[in-house]
């Protein structure tokens, strides 16, 4: 996504499924579980949706990202 930790960046993922994805949530938390803002992404084009950072990230980032589709189901995917 090109996201370097500052507040204002967005951060860019592809979300898809077999099902439609209805929601992708973004939690940014440090090495430890901290957690240092979440929210959810906004559906940008197709199967990309795009989340805007509201602070500085911590010095470590862990990022969460979690699909919901229309049925309910969920899926994550962490990056370090």
Request: charged share 20%; net charge negative; aromatic share 6%.
């Amino acid at each position: 996504s090109g996201w370097t930790g500052q507040a204002g960046e967005v951060i860019r993922l592809r979300a898809m499924d077999d099902v439609q994805v209805t929601k992708v949530h973004i939690v940014i938390s440090d090495e430890n579980g901290t957690i240092s803002e979440q929210g959810d992404a906004v559906s940008v084009d197709g199967l990309w949706w795009a989340y805007t950072t509201t602070a500085a990230g911590p010095e470590s980032p862990r990022i969460v990202a979690t699909a919901h589709d229309l049925p309910g189901h969920v899926g994550s995917l962490m990056w370090d």
